[in-house]
């Protein structure tokens, strides 16, 4: 016959029952808790110490240790870690530092092949030269434990952010020009919408989206099926035909895009864009074109050329490093959304054609791009227009 028990029944209100209840069910409470609400649930209804052990898997000195503390404290409490003092740190603010001081050097300087850290890498060196460097609590450290020190920094030595270091000393002269430029448009479209006539300065402008690659299909796309297969099927190998490159002219005024599609970007290439943009507009208005420093921009050639085009063209040029401030990236952009996206072609004067086809289709419904970011960046430069 079993021994009855000597302690007492844990009594618990209504509102009890319904919390512990809610809680020993609970799917995304913390584990401990759920199991300390299922001890004492089960106590309640009566389960011996030894039944709940054999139920839960675990030892009766644990079952007892819930079960006298919620008879002490009450549930709520009862299940609740005890409060207590942490021991004094083992890995000293000294070694942290050492460990972070570590992970901003590269492992090359150390004498390792490799360029970044992993956290194991970093971690072994650190065990490895722990005693050595007066931190012997570290001489065991897992990856964990290091890990731990660099996210309280934070700090991620195994990945690279890269930036563009500044090169051009007119930088912010050379931006307060472009935008100064977008300005002026501005003004002159909201003129011309008043009905004022057209500027005798047209802005258009230019650049180049190289590498667009001619890329075929192995195999036929497989088109999507109703209820069963929602997207296009397509085969993972490919084959290559080459590139080509897109020299675009953007008219900041009404939206309309010259583009030539070539093989290569040479002089020759950039004079016979111009070409076209000085046998699109009215012989007596100016061409201002904003553009990079690229070499064809600047040849000995293309100059020869401008000297027989006297006053029709003139240059605004962007900083070193600075073609994001020039519009035609917002065009190239929608061309990479809209009709380059996954395109698949068989040849590079297919893809040709169907480049001058999307670009037909952006004339159709012309848009004017504008320079939304232009108060920001002005007040970047410290300068009232």
């Known amino acids: 016959m079993a021994r009855v028990s000597k302690r007492p029944r844990l009594v618990l209100t209504a509102e009890e029952k319904k919390r512990l209840d809610q809680l020993r069910q609970s799917r995304t409470a913390a584990v401990r808790d759920v199991q300390r609400a299922q001890i004492l649930w089960r106590y309640q209804a009566g389960e011996t110490v030894s039944q709940i052990a054999r139920a839960l898997k675990m030892t009766r000195k644990s079952i007892l240790k819930w079960i006298d503390k919620a008879l002490q404290m009450g549930v709520k409490a009862g299940i609740?870690?005890?409060?207590?003092?942490?021991?004094?740190?083992?890995?000293?603010?000294?070694?942290?530092?050492?460990?972070?001081?570590?992970?901003?050097?590269?492992?090359?300087?150390?004498?390792?092949?490799?360029?970044?850290?992993?956290?194991?890498?970093?971690?072994?060196?650190?065990?490895?030269?722990?005693?050595?460097?007066?931190?012997?609590?570290?001489?065991?450290?897992?990856?964990?434990?290091?890990?731990?020190?660099?996210?309280?920094?934070?700090?991620?030595?195994?990945k690279v952010k890269y930036y563009l270091e500044r090169r051009d000393p007119d930088f912010e002269r050379k931006m307060r020009e472009v935008l100064l430029v977008y300005q002026d448009v501005a003004l002159q479209n909201e003129a011309a919408s008043k009905g004022s006539p057209q500027p005798t300065v047209i802005t258009v402008s230019v650049d180049e989206k190289p590498g667009v690659q001619a890329i075929a299909n192995t195999a036929p796309d497989l088109p999507p099926v109703a209820g069963k297969h929602p997207a296009i099927a397509r085969d993972h190998e490919y084959l290559r035909h080459g590139t080509l490159s897109i020299l675009a002219g953007l008219d900041l005024h009404d939206g309309h895009v010259f583009a030539r599609i070539e093989e290569r970007h040479r002089s020759v290439e950039f004079i016979a864009l111009l070409n076209d943009l000085d046998a699109y507009y009215p012989a007596d208005c100016t061409i201002r074109l904003i553009l990079d420093n690229?070499?064809?921009?600047?040849?000995?050639?293309?100059?020869?050329?401008?000297?027989?085009?006297?006053?029709?063209?003139?240059?605004?040029?962007?900083?070193t490093h600075g073609s994001w401030l020039n519009i035609v990236e917002t065009l190239f952009g929608k061309m990479a959304r809209t009709f380059l996206r996954h395109i698949r072609v068989q040849s590079r004067n297919e893809l040709r054609d169907r480049i001058l086809k999307g670009i037909d289709e952006i004339n159709e419904i012309p848009v004017v791009h504008r320079w939304k970011a232009f108060h920001a960046l002005v007040a970047t430069t410290d300068t009232v227009y």
């Open 80 to 158: 609740k870690d005890t409060p207590h003092k942490p021991r004094e740190a083992v890995i000293t603010d000294d070694a942290k530092a050492w460990v972070v001081h570590l992970a901003c050097s590269k492992p090359k300087d150390l004498g390792y092949a490799a360029e970044l850290w992993t956290r194991s890498a970093l971690a072994r060196h650190v065990r490895k030269q722990a005693s050595e460097a007066g931190y012997p609590a570290l001489a065991k450290a897992g990856k964990a434990t290091v890990q731990r020190i660099l996210a309280a920094q934070p700090l991620q030595p195994h």
């Open 294 to 319: 690229h070499s064809a921009h600047i040849s000995k050639e293309t100059r020869a050329y401008l000297a027989t085009r006297p006053n029709r063209f003139k240059y605004v040029l962007t900083p």
